[in-house]
């Protein structure tokens, strides 16, 4: 890839005003079982992340959060409608153009045990993609000491650890380290909190709170909580069978939701906010939290 179009990519990473991500008109389908219809799992979706903006992409479990982020990603290639990463139509870019457009995402997966290799140390967790990006060694190690410390890893001596030393809010803090690393424009995070207790989920999100104030990138957080997207971000997106239903500012949506979808997810985040209350006046009422 050549210089030129490297420094194309830094500028319009840093704020040219144009959305990191765009998704036009995009739509995704599966084979059905048997002989059934394919399952639309995203219907004409339209969704415009601004630089800096925070948007949480909200629904039930297969209401089409997961195909959006894989569409956002380059995993999947829509049936139609246009993907655009930074102006680039991932459709037609291919090679070093294209590796260079995807690396300005960073990504937090779900589950903290499998997203992270058990044979390599946290740095070298940290340092991979910053290799594969081709960074020079000494700026790498000072990319990846940076995120760690952002993180909330800065203790180097877990640095020389590996993954299966750690819990599970160790490795989700890892795996957000290394989503930093590279100093990506957009960080997509799935689910990072739903295999965490609800205690180090609040940590979670206060520490994702801190790494932005830092550092200037957009935030996609894709979740099937609605309380905790309005903790996260400014914006709300629900979806619902493949389809934006509701889109706008958090506040807004949890007051006054107008689809069906939205009232539904307002109406179970209430819920668990009452037996998250009983559960503090009463200890033994919300069981034992998983390892943390």
């Not at 995807?102 to 044979?119: C, F, K, N, R, V």
């Not at 909580?225 to 069978?241: H, K, S």
């Not at 506040?251 to 006054?256: D, Q, S, V």
């Amino acid at each position: 890839m050549t210089t030129g179009a490297i420094s194309s990519l830094e500028q319009r990473a840093d704020g040219s005003g144009q959305p990191i991500v765009s998704l036009d008109r995009v739509s995704r389908s599966f084979p059905g079982r048997g002989a059934a219809q394919p399952i639309a799992a995203a219907c004409r979706v339209e969704l415009s992340i601004a630089p800096g903006e925070s948007v949480a992409l909200v629904g039930r479990s297969g209401a089409g959060k997961s195909t959006v982020a894989r569409l956002v990603v380059g995993l999947e290639r829509p049936d139609e409608g246009v993907v655009r990463v930074l102006g680039e139509d991932l459709a037609s870019i291919r090679g070093d153009r294209r590796r260079a457009t995807l690396a300005q995402i960073g990504m937090i997966l779900q589950d903290p045990y499998a997203a992270l290799s058990p044979a390599m140390t946290v740095l070298d967790i940290v340092l991979e993609p910053l290799r594969i990006g081709r960074v020079p060694r000494s700026i790498a190690e000072a990319r990846a000491a940076r995120a760690l410390t952002d993180a909330g890893v800065g203790d180097a001596g877990m640095w020389a650890r590996t993954s299966d030393e750690l819990s599970g809010g160790e490795r989700q803090r890892v795996g957000l380290a290394r989503a930093i690393a590279p100093e990506p424009a957009l960080l997509l995070a799935d689910e990072p909190t739903s295999m965490l207790d609800a205690s180090r989920q609040l940590e979670f999100l206060a520490l994702l709170r801190a790494v932005r104030s830092t550092r200037p990138m957009a935030l996609l957080f894709i979740t099937h909580d609605l309380a905790l997207a309005a903790a996260a971000c400014d914006r709300l997106v629900v979806i619902d069978a493949g389809r934006i239903v509701e889109d706008g500012p958090s506040a807004a949506l949890l007051t006054t939701p107008e689809a069906g979808a939205t009232r539904a997810l307002v109406a179970a985040a209430r819920a668990r906010s009452a037996l998250m209350a009983a559960a503090l006046d009463d200890p033994g009422a919300g069981g034992h939290p998983g390892r943390s």
